[in-house]
């Protein structure tokens, strides 16, 4: 389905020397840098798969989106999706594909909301039934029913973002890319659009490649992931596998009768961890200990701090990626 | 073909709505090249008085007060803001969500801007007819209105329109190398104000630089159509400038789709 095969991209970016001599001097000689964003990128997806991207802000992510959508020509590489190249014959390309670029609006800024689907419509010669099938579709799972007759500049960014994604899977596309679909929007619109795309994928069996900082999409929709620090993929797999491969983490929640407790745990000197092993964060409530289960067993780790101290609530989870991802980076 | 008109009507009817969207905007436009007319007459008037037997190579007072008029008209008619709208979405990046449509960009801007433009267009090109035909009326003392003159004058008006899109739009490329083109697209205002012929008629300039400037594509924009409606062509003459607004359509056309296709291979990523 889609296939990337040792794909760079490099950009030129002036450098300007600091201070107003500078920006003059820059008017006269520029200095250029190669700014490598992508760099030699290898990996396929299956059709029906749910592939995320995660790495930092500027680890390449959004770059390699841009290739994969035919906007940015890679430097060096090859990519082909559907059988197609992405960046040749751009218009029969993105024909097959649906985008949201989560920061951006593909609908008519100044029109109510049901004109920009009625361009969709004539664009991509989507019949009449199939038009009709899908906004009812879209209004089941995505409930735009409210505002569909409202200009798209009052509109909320959480019913943008659900008229973004109708908009970009009006035409069924083969392949949908999210570039970060739930940025900004709050706990419940967010559990809507994830609940919106796993639905899609399910009933067209559409393969999606969604980046996100919000890991909680991944593990709510993905089941395998692709990590990228400064252009380089550094992982790619499952997220079960990255969560064992990368430290046997667990998380205990605490709160304490008494919070000076706190003070009697001495991990470090009664039971041999070094530091990278184990964390503790508190704050007036709630006491969270983090730990290497390799290290020490979640069983030794709970009579531990049972004998240590007076404890009014306590629960075991496994770490949540947010952690593991932080750990990565390091 | 008919798919592709479909498509492309689609967003000629998106403009229209949008257009609509703003029509206080379009009002104190109206109320302000209205003013600017009125400036430009009296100006005339002075020169014309000043010199003293009331005819001035070749045009009368009756001609300069509706080259003054229509100038502006098809000024504003052939308008068109492909430039900044364009530029600006080069700059902030918007131009992507453009790319991942199967549609041409040049003509799906052109497209929504024509559909922006069909109300301003209405309300401007009736009401200012009428009145300069009114005038002509009054002053000559008889119908003075060419239904071919009138036909043609259409025609030239939609030839310069394209040209100044695909013109403007071609500024508006700019904005992929330099990223900020506001100081190009005020020289551009310029240029064309003054070699369209829409402040000074290009016929009052001195022979030789007549001659060139009348070859220049910017004469193609206000000075041909004001001059075939106003009848100031023998039908030799008419066909050359005809025949020299396709040749420059047609020139920028092709360069436009040459520099896109240059752009698109040095696109940077704006913005993540």
Redesign the interface.
């Known amino acids: 389905m889609i296939k990337v095969q040792n794909v760079s991209k490099e950009f030129k970016k002036v450098v300007k020397e600091s201070g107003l001599k500078g920006s003059v001097k820059s008017l006269f000689s520029r200095k250029y840098d190669i700014v490598k964003a992508v760099n030699d990128i290898s990996f396929t997806v299956a059709k029906g798969e749910i592939l995320g991207f995660i790495g930092a802000n500027g680890a390449g992510k959004s770059t390699t989106i841009k290739m994969l959508t035919g906007i940015l020509t890679p430097t060096k590489g090859e990519i082909e999706i559907n059988g197609q190249i992405p960046y040749k014959n751009r218009k029969k390309y993105v024909r097959e594909i649906g985008v949201v670029f989560g920061q951006r609006t593909q609908l008519w800024w100044d029109l109510p909301l049901t004109e920009t689907f009625t361009v969709l419509k004539e664009i991509y010669q989507v019949d009449d039934a199939r038009f009709k099938k899908q906004m009812d579709f879209f209004n089941e799972v995505l409930e735009l029913k409210d505002f569909v007759k409202s200009p798209v500049r009052t509109l909320s960014l959480g019913q943008r973002m659900r008229a973004d994604l109708a908009a970009s899977m009006l035409h069924s596309p083969k392949v949908l890319f999210l570039d970060e679909p739930t940025i900004g929007l709050d706990v419940v619109v967010k559990s809507n659009i994830r609940e919106a795309i796993t639905k899609i994928n399910q009933e067209e069996q559409t393969t999606i490649i969604l980046t996100t900082h919000d890991l909680k999409d991944i593990e709510t929709l993905c089941k395998r992931i692709i990590m990228i620090d400064k252009g380089t993929l550094i992982y790619d797999g499952s997220l079960l596998d990255m969560k064992n491969k990368f430290g046997k983490f667990r998380e205990i929640n605490l709160s304490l009768q008494n919070n000076s407790d706190i003070n009697m745990l001495r991990f470090k000197e009664d039971l041999n961890l070094n530091s990278d092993d184990f964390q503790i964060k508190s704050n007036k409530e709630k006491i969270t200990v983090i730990f290497n289960s390799q290290k020490i067993g979640v069983s030794d780790m709970l009579s531990y701090i049972l004998t240590h101290t007076n404890i009014a609530d306590i629960s075991v989870n496994d770490v949540n990626i947010e952690e593991i991802v932080r750990r990565m980076y390091k | 073909m008919r798919?592709l008109c479909?498509?492309y009507?689609?967003?000629l009817?998106?403009g229209i709505?949008?257009g609509m969207?703003?029509r206080v905007n379009f009002i104190c436009f109206f109320i302000g090249e209205s003013l600017y007319c009125i400036v430009m007459y009296f100006i005339w008037k002075a020169v014309f008085m000043s010199s003293g037997n009331g005819n001035f190579m070749g045009f009368n007072m009756v001609d300069i007060t509706l080259y003054v008029f229509l100038s502006n008209l098809v000024g504003f008619l052939t308008s068109t803001d492909s430039t900044s709208s364009l530029a600006l979405e080069i700059k902030d990046?918007?131009i992507?969500?453009r790319?991942?449509?199967?549609?041409?960009l040049n003509l799906s801007l052109l497209a929504f801007e024509l559909g922006d433009k069909v109300m301003v267009i209405t309300c401007t090109f009736i009401p200012v007819m009428i009145g300069v035909e009114i005038y002509r009326y009054i002053t000559l003392g008889y119908i003075a209105f060419n239904i071919i003159n009138f036909l043609l004058f259409i025609i030239s008006v939609i030839f310069s329109y394209l040209i100044a899109f695909y013109l403007n739009l071609l500024f508006g490329y700019l904005a992929f190398f330099l990223m900020n083109i506001w100081g190009f697209n005020m020289l551009k205002g310029s240029l064309i104000k003054f070699f369209s012929g829409a402040i000074i008629p290009i016929a009052f300039f001195p022979e030789k630089i007549r001659v060139v400037f009348e070859q220049l594509p910017f004469a193609s924009l206000v000075y041909t159509p004001t001059m075939v409606y106003m009848g100031k062509y023998s039908n030799n003459e008419l066909l050359f400038v005809f025949a020299k607004q396709i040749v420059w359509l047609i020139v920028f056309i092709l360069i436009c789709r040459m520099v896109w296709y240059l752009a698109?291979?040095r696109?940077?990523?704006q913005?993540?």
Do not use: D, E
Request: charge should be positive; hydrophobic fraction near 30%; charged fraction near 15%.
């Open positions: 798919r479909n498509t009507k689609s967003f009817k998106a709505q949008s969207a703003y990046g918007s992507i969500m790319m991942i449509k199967p549609v041409n698109q291979k696109l940077s990523s913005g993540g």
